[in-house]
C-alpha cells in the first residue's frame, strides 16, 4: 500500500479506490499533546487541499486538509474520546478519516514518503 | 486549599437577610420551582473571609509584584481612582431612559461625554462612544461602524477583505470575523513592521478597512504609517487603529493625525484602570466625522444650553453593542485619571514608559536575543533562542522568575517571533525595581548555560509547580462536582 | 519636574538611563515617529493633586439627583451587597492582577473563577460555565452565536418578551452574518405560543427566551423545549440569578444555554456597569462556548490545582476562527458573584428569591386595588409586574420622578399599543412603606383621572 503526504503534513494510504488520511509524525509532534480531534461527517465531499477535519493540543489549534477530492466513507471515532493515541501512532492507528477518491490523478500533486522526508529536512 | 463548597456545612449562613415586613405570598405553582436549592456554599462569614483573603494571596498583582506582562500595560493602579468609582455606585441606568430621565442625570451622562472630548482630543478623533465594555469590544464596534460606513456607501457586497498584519493581536480578526469579513494577513518584513510591498500588492477594492496596530506588538512605530493610511484611502478602505500600544504616544502622535479613522482605546492599559484579573476593561472607539452617523445608540450629545441628551432613534446606527452605557465605573476611573495628570501628566507617562522599556532593552540585549533591534516604544520583544540551545525555553525563563517574585513577561506572544519573550515595565517603575529584575533576567540567562535543569525545575516556591494542562483540556473538568 | 507622581524617576535617574540607552534625551527615543507626523497640540487641561480629582468627582456625582427610589428593573437591580463583596473584592492582589495566564501565581484568581463556574452550574442546573462574558446583552448574543455553530444553521428566533436591550445587542452582533433574526410579537406579556410553533422548522438554529421575561412573567418553557428540540434547535434562555433561588432552573426547563447578568449578584448599579454576563451549558457544546474556562488538573507533583483551559478555541490562537473574540472580560465582577452567592450561601438565596416575591406580590395587591389601575397579565410574576394605567404611562413616571421616585419603566417606547402599560420593580431593599408611599403617589398622580 502507498503512502503520500502533503505539505501541509497530512498523509493519505491509497488501497484501490479507498484513501486513509491522517497526519504525520512530524505534525503531531510539533503540536504536542493533542487533546482534540474534530473529525468530519460521513457523507462529506472533500475537495484535494479542502478542510476535512481540525485538530487541537494545548496551545495551538490547525486545520486538517484532506490530500484528496472523494467522499467520506468512514472515520476514526476512537480519537475523540482517546486523541492521545495521535501522539502515540500518527501514521497508523490514529488514522481519521476514509475516502472513496474520486480522482487518483491527483496523486500527482503529493509527495512520496521519500520526497516527504527530504522536504522536511528544508523546513 | 479547599474549594468553599469542600469547607460547607448544611445550614450554616454568611450573611442574615432583612425579615420580610409584608404577608408571605401565596406559593408558585410547583410547576414553575426548582426541585432542589442550588448547592451554593455554606460557611460562616468569618469563614468566607478567611477563605478569600488566602486565595488573594496565592496571586502575583501589581500592588504585591513587578508585572512587565507585555501588551498588557500593568502599570499601578492609582488608589483615589477606586475612591472616585464608588461615588457612582446608587445611580440606576435605566433613570436616563424613563420619560424626562436624564435631567435626573446630568453628571454621570456629562461624565462620559467629556471622556468622550478628552479621548477624541488625545487620539485625533471627533467623536468617541463609551459604550463598548472591552478592547475586543471596541474592535467590534468599530468595524462594525466601517461595515455600516461601506453599506451607505453601497458597497457592503463589493467590501469582503480586512487587512491584518501577521503581527496583530489575535482580537483583531476574531472581530472582524464576527462583522463578517474574511481576513487578509500581511507578513512582517525583517525591518520590524508589516511589509510594506507586500500589503501594497493585497490592496484592492475589494478591502474594507486596515487594522494597524501602532505601536505594533513588537513595540516599534512603524514609519510607513502615513503612506500605509494613504494606500488605503485610496482604495476607500478605512484604517483601524488598535489602541492597545497608546500608552507610547500620547501627546507624541494622534492617530487621527496619520490617517485613521477608526480608533478603540483600552482604558485599562493606557488610563489607569485596574485589570481586575481579567476585566472589567472598557474599550472606547473613536470615529472621523464620517462615521458618527453609524455609532451605537443610545448615544449622548450635549444640546445649545449645555444640557446632555441621548439619542436613541437614529436610523443610521448599528445599534446597541451593549445594554447601558458600557462599564462606567471603569470609566469614572479613567476620567479621574486623565484630569488628575493632566497634559503634562500624560505626556510624561508615554516619555517614561518608552525610557524604561529602551532601558530593559539595552541592558538584557546582550543576553537575550533581540530579534529586532532598533529603539522600541513601550515594549520589547527577545527571544529566548540563546537559551534554546541548552535545552532551556522561554517558559522555563518564567517560572524561574517567578520564583524571584517576578510576573513574567508575556511569552510565546507576538507568535512570529520564535520563543517570544515580551517585556512592558510602565512608567511607574522605579530604577531601582527596573535594575533587580534585570539582574534577575541575566540570571536566568546564565543559569540557562550552566545549570538548565534548575530552570527546568522552577518554581519550587509556589504551592504547585507545572500544571498537567494536557489532563486539564482532555478532561474538562470546569465545575466541581463535589 | 515629575509631573505625574506616578512616574518616580528623578532627574538624575533619567540621565543615568539615557546614558545607558546611548540616548542624549528621552526626546530622541520618539526620533522612529516621522516629524511631521507629530502632535501639535494636546488640549487636555493642566493636571492636579488627587485631593481636587477627587473633589470633582464628588461634585460630578452631586450632578445627578441624589436619593431616587428604585421600582425599576430592566435588566440592573437594586440588591443588596453584604460588605464581605467590597472588603474582599477590592484585595488589590485581586484586582490589580490580570488573566492568570501563569497559573503557579494566579492560584487565587484561578480557583476563585473555577468556585464561580461551578456556582453558576449549580444555580442554572446545567454542566458547563466559563469565567464571565461581558453583560447580559451580549451574553445573549454569545449563545446565539454559539447555537449557530453547533448546529450550523442561520435562523434565530426571539420571544420578543426579552429585554429590548438585549435584542437589540443581539441583533447588532448578527447584523453583517448571514443570519436570520425572527421576532416572535409577544401575547398579553407572555410568548406567543402559536407564532412560534409556525416559525419551528429544521432550518432554526436556536430559541431566545427570557424568564421572567421583560414584562415580569414566568412561563414554563418546559413544553417548548421538547418542540425545540424536536426540531434540532438549542433552546437558550435568559435568566435573572436571584429568581434562581427559587424558580426551576434552566437545565430542568431543558434549556441548552442559560445566560443572563450578573449585576444582581453583588455588583453595584454604578449606572450601568461594569456587570457581568453569565453563561452556561450542557457538556456537549463546551468546544463551542465563548471567552475563557478554568479547568481543574494537578501539578507535577500530583498537587490539585487549576489553570485556564481549552486555550485552542481562543481568538489568541485560532484568531478569526475562534468561537469568540473576547479577550477580557468582567472576572472581578464574576468573583463579586460568587462572594455574594457564597455568602447568602443555598438558603439565603431561597429566602432572597421568597423575599423579592412577597414585597412585589404585597405592591401587586395594591395596585390592583387602585381604581383604573389593573395587572396586565394573570401570569404569574417574580418581583417584577406590568400594571395597566389609565393614563399615558410616560406621564405618570416622569410626574413620580420629580417627586423622586423611578415608579416604574414605561413600556410604550419598547412596544407599540402598550402606551399606558409600566413595569414595576420591586426588590427586598424596598419596604412596606416605601411601597405604600409608592401606592399613594400614584394615587395622587391619578387623581385627576375621570372614569
Same mark, same amino acid.
Given at each position: 500500500m502507498s503512502m503520500y503526504f502533503t505539505k501541509e503534513h497530512e498523509w493519505v494510504k491509497v488501497a484501490g479506490n479507498v484513501g486513509t488520511i491522517g497526519i504525520s509524525d512530524h505534525a503531531a509532534h510539533e503540536l504536542g499533546d493533542i487533546t482534540f480531534v474534530e473529525l468530519p461527517k460521513i457523507g462529506t465531499v472533500v475537495t484535494q487541499f479542502g478542510v476535512l477535519g481540525s485538530i487541537e493540543s494545548v496551545k495551538a489549534a490547525s486545520d486538517i486538509y484532506s490530500p484528496l477530492s472523494g467522499k467520506v466513507?468512514? $472515520?476514526?471515532?476512537s480519537l475523540e474520546t482517546a486523541p492521545e493515541v495521535v501522539n502515540e501512532s500518527a501514521e497508523d492507528a490514529a488514522w481519521m478519516a476514509q475516502i472513496e477518491i474520486a480522482d487518483e490523478v491527483e496523486l500527482k500533486n503529493l509527495m512520496t514518503q521519500e520526497q516527504y522526508y527530504d522536504y522536511l529536512k528544508t523546513l | 486549599m479547599q474549594l468553599i463548597y469542600e469547607q460547607s456545612t448544611s445550614g450554616r449562613r454568611g450573611v442574615k437577610l432583612p425579615a420580610s415586613d409584608v404577608p408571605a405570598a401565596a406559593a408558585l405553582p410547583g410547576a414553575l420551582l426548582r426541585a432542589e436549592k442550588a448547592a451554593l456554599a455554606e460557611v460562616s462569614e468569618l469563614d468566607l473571609v478567611r477563605h478569600f483573603t488566602n486565595l488573594s494571596r496565592r496571586n502575583f498583582s501589581v500592588d504585591t509584584n513587578f508585572y512587565p506582562l507585555g501588551s498588557c500595560t500593568m502599570k499601578y493602579n492609582a488608589k483615589v481612582l477606586e475612591n472616585s468609582a464608588a461615588l &457612582?455606585? *446608587? &445611580?440606576? *441606568?435605566?433613570t436616563a431612559l424613563l420619560p424626562g430621565g436624564v435631567e435626573f442625570c446630568q453628571g454621570t451622562l456629562g461624565m462620559l461625554y467629556d471622556l468622550g472630548q478628552l479621548l477624541a482630543d488625545i487620539t485625533g478623533m471627533d467623536e468617541v462612544t463609551t459604550q463598548p465594555l472591552a478592547g475586543a469590544h471596541g474592535e467590534m464596534t468599530g468595524i462594525m461602524l466601517i461595515a455600516a460606513y461601506h453599506a451607505a456607501k453601497g458597497n457592503r457586497a463589493k467590501k469582503k477583505y480586512v487587512v491584518v498584519p501577521d503581527s496583530s493581536h489575535g482580537t483583531n480578526p476574531a472581530s472582524a470575523a464576527i462583522a463578517g469579513y474574511e481576513i487578509i494577513t500581511v507578513p512582517t518584513a525583517p525591518y520590524g513592521d508589516m511589509d510594506l510591498e507586500l500589503f501594497k500588492k493585497t490592496m484592492s477594492d475589494e478591502v474594507a478597512a486596515v487594522m494597524m496596530t501602532c505601536p505594533n506588538t513588537l513595540g516599534l512605530f512603524n514609519p510607513h504609517i502615513k503612506e500605509i493610511s494613504d494606500i488605503a484611502h485610496s482604495f476607500d478602505a478605512l484604517m483601524y487603529y488598535d489602541g492597545a500600544n497608546l500608552n507610547a504616544i500620547m501627546g507624541k502622535v494622534k492617530p487621527g493625525d496619520v490617517g485613521f479613522d477608526v480608533i478603540h482605546v483600552n482604558l485599562h492599559k493606557t488610563f489607569g484602570t485596574p485589570h481586575g484579573g481579567g476585566g472589567p476593561g472598557s474599550g472606547p472607539v473613536g470615529v472621523k466625522k464620517a462615521l458618527i452617523p453609524f455609532l451605537p445608540q443610545p448615544r449622548i450629545i450635549k444640546n445649545g444650553d449645555g444640557r446632555l441628551l441621548l439619542e436613541t432613534a437614529n436610523q443610521g446606527s448599528i445599534g446597541r453593542t451593549a445594554n447601558f452605557f458600557g462599564n462606567f465605573g471603569v470609566m469614572a476611573k479613567a476620567y479621574a485619571y486623565i484630569i488628575m495628570l493632566g497634559r503634562e501628566g500624560l505626556i510624561q507617562v508615554s516619555e517614561q514608559a518608552v525610557l524604561n522599556a529602551n532601558y530593559i532593552k539595552e541592558k538584557l540585549k546582550g543576553y537575550y536575543d533581540l530579534p529586532y533591534d532598533m529603539t522600541c516604544m513601550h515594549e520589547v520583544v527577545f527571544s529566548a533562542s540563546k537559551q534554546m540551545e541548552h535545552g532551556v525555553h522561554a517558559i522555563d525563563i518564567a517560572k524561574f522568575l517567578i520564583d524571584r517574585g517576578y510576573h513574567p513577561p508575556t511569552v510565546y506572544f507576538p507568535m512570529i517571533v520564535k520563543e517570544a519573550i515580551m517585556i512592558e515595565p510602565t512608567e511607574t517603575e522605579s530604577k531601582a525595581t527596573m535594575d533587580a529584575f534585570i539582574e534577575v533576567m541575566i540570571e536566568a540567562a546564565r543559569t540557562a548555560e550552566s545549570n538548565p535543569q534548575a530552570l527546568h525545575d522552577a518554581p519550587l516556591t509556589m504551592p504547585i509547580s507545572r500544571l498537567d494542562e494536557t489532563k486539564a483540556a482532555r478532561e474538562q473538568n470546569v465545575c466541581s462536582v463535589r | 519636574m515629575n509631573d505625574s507622581h506616578y512616574c518616580p524617576h528623578t532627574p538624575e535617574e533619567i540621565a543615568e538611563m539615557l546614558s545607558a540607552i546611548g540616548?542624549?534625551? $528621552?526626546?530622541?527615543? &520618539?526620533? @522612529?515617529? *516621522?516629524t511631521e507626523l507629530r502632535a501639535k497640540t494636546l488640549n487636555i487641561p493642566p493636571g492636579m493633586s488627587e485631593f481636587e480629582t477627587f473633589s470633582r468627582m464628588q461634585e460630578i456625582a452631586g450632578e445627578n439627583v441624589q436619593g431616587i427610589t428604585h421600582f425599576i428593573g430592566g435588566g440592573f437591580y437594586d440588591h443588596i451587597i453584604p460588605s464581605v463583596v467590597d472588603h474582599l473584592a477590592n484585595r488589590s492582589e485581586f484586582y /490589580?492582577? !490580570? /488573566? @492568570? !495566564?501563569? *497559573?503557579e501565581c494566579s492560584q487565587g484568581t484561578l480557583q476563585a473563577l473555577f468556585e464561580y463556574q461551578t456556582a453558576i452550574c449549580r444555580l442554572t442546573g446545567l454542566d458547563v460555565s466559563n469565567a464571565s462574558l461581558y453583560d447580559g446583552g451580549t451574553a445573549c448574543a454569545e449563545a446565539a452565536m454559539m447555537a449557530l455553530r453547533v448546529t450550523g444553521r442561520n435562523k434565530i428566533v426571539l420571544d420578543g418578551c426579552v429585554s429590548p436591550f438585549s435584542r437589540e445587542v443581539l441583533k447588532t452582533y448578527l447584523f453583517n452574518l448571514d443570519v436570520e433574526v425572527v421576532e416572535i410579537a409577544p401575547l398579553d406579556g407572555l410568548l406567543n405560543r402559536s407564532l412560534i410553533a409556525d416559525v419551528l422548522d429544521d432550518t432554526v438554529a436556536g430559541v431566545l427566551i427570557q424568564n421572567p421575561n421583560f414584562f415580569g412573567s414566568i412561563e414554563d418553557f418546559s413544553a417548548l423545549a421538547n418542540q425545540v428540540h424536536s426540531v434540532g434547535a438549542l433552546l437558550i434562555g435568559s435568566v435573572y440569578p436571584i429568581s434562581l433561588g427559587i424558580l426551576k432552573s434552566p437545565g430542568e426547563i431543558g434549556i441548552d444555554i442559560a445566560v443572563g447578568d450578573g449585576q444582581s449578584l453583588g455588583n453595584p448599579l454604578s449606572f450601568g456597569g461594569p456587570s457581568f454576563g453569565f453563561i452556561a451549558a450542557k457538556k456537549t457544546f463546551i468546544r463551542n462556548m465563548p471567552g475563557r474556562i478554568v479547568g481543574e488538573t494537578v501539578d507535577r507533583n500530583g498537587k490539585r490545582g487549576f489553570v485556564l483551559t481549552l486555550q485552542a478555541r481562543e481568538q489568541h490562537i485560532?484568531?478569526?476562527?475562534? /468561537?469568540?473574540?473576547?479577550?477580557?472580560?468582567?472576572g472581578l465582577c464574576a468573583l463579586r458573584g460568587l462572594i455574594f452567592l457564597s455568602s447568602v450561601g443555598k438558603e439565603g438565596l431561597a429566602e432572597l428569591a421568597r423575599l423579592n416575591r412577597d414585597k412585589a406580590e404585597y405592591a401587586k395587591s395594591l395596585f390592583a386595588e387602585i381604581p383604573g389601575v389593573s395587572v396586565l397579565q394573570s401570569a404569574v410574576t417574580f418581583n417584577e409586574f406590568t400594571i395597566v394605567l389609565p393614563k399615558n404611562a410616560d406621564d405618570v413616571v416622569s410626574g413620580l420622578l420629580k417627586k423622586g421616585i423611578a415608579a416604574g419603566v414605561p413600556l410604550g417606547q419598547y412596544y407599540s399599543g402598550l402606551e399606558s402599560c409600566m413595569v414595576v420593580t420591586v426588590t427586598e431593599k424596598r419596604t412596606k412603606k416605601k411601597i405604600d408611599q409608592l401606592v399613594d403617589a400614584l394615587k395622587t398622580e391619578l387623581a385627576d383621572v375621570r372614569f
Open positions: 466513507l468512514k $472515520v476514526n471515532e | &457612582f455606585a *446608587p &445611580f440606576h *441606568p435605566m | 540616548a542624549a534625551s $528621552v526626546e530622541d527615543l &520618539f526620533a @522612529p515617529i *516621522p /490589580t492582577a !490580570y /488573566t @492568570p !495566564y501563569q *497559573p485560532k484568531r478569526h476562527k475562534a /468561537t469568540s473574540n473576547i479577550c477580557s472580560n468582567q
